[in-house]
């Protein structure tokens, strides 16, 4: 089991629901999280990126993943005008990342939230819940993958 550090994990003034979330990510994946009264919140790292996009887009990119035998978590998230936004958690690519119109890449030190559980919470929930072992999708495979 990973030993906790303050700068990987910080659970301060939360309720039990968010900070046993919060210890569930720690142990079960080493992520380094944050909470509020109200949320768990990821704090990317150099190896640990987000590729967002509509979950329009985000659904067919999903298919191609799994037909390919492709596997990582995916969160959704509700955006400021109701629309839903899919976080395909990823390694970092070793390529040059290309430009795509509606697939924004969020780098070390952006904070994505995380759902609570199985039911979501705050506009959060699991589109893919990780697997320890197998949570992070290819970063280089994802982009080829936005490409197609």
């Known amino acids: 089991m990973p030993i906790m550090t303050s700068s990987a994990l ?15 990510y720690w142990c079960d994946f080493g992520w380094p999280v944050r909470t509020t009264h109200t949320d768990v919140l990821l ?3 150099r190896d ?20 390919a035998g492709v596997r990582g978590g995916v969160v959704g998230l509700r ?14 690519p070793e390529r040059p990342v290309p430009r795509a119109a509606g697939v924004w890449l969020f780098n070390e030190g952006t904070d994505l939230p995380l759902p ?10 699991w589109i893919r819940e990780p697997i ?5 999708f290819d ?10």
């Open 116 to 125: 609570q559980g199985a039911a979501p919470a705050n506009g959060v929930r």
């Open 43 to 45: 704090s990317l790292q």
């Open 132 to 136: 320890p072992g197998g949570a992070l």
């Open 48 to 67: 640990l990126l987000a590729v967002a996009m509509s979950a329009t887009r985000g659904g067919p990119l999903l298919d191609r993943m799994d037909s």
């Open 10 to 24: 910080s659970l301060a003034g939360t309720d039990r629901e968010v900070r046993d979330a919060a210890l569930r």
């Open 139 to 148: 970063g280089d495979l994802l982009f080829d993958a936005t490409a197609g």
């Open 79 to 92: 955006g400021g005008d109701g629309e839903q936004w899919w976080a395909f958690l990823i390694t970092p």
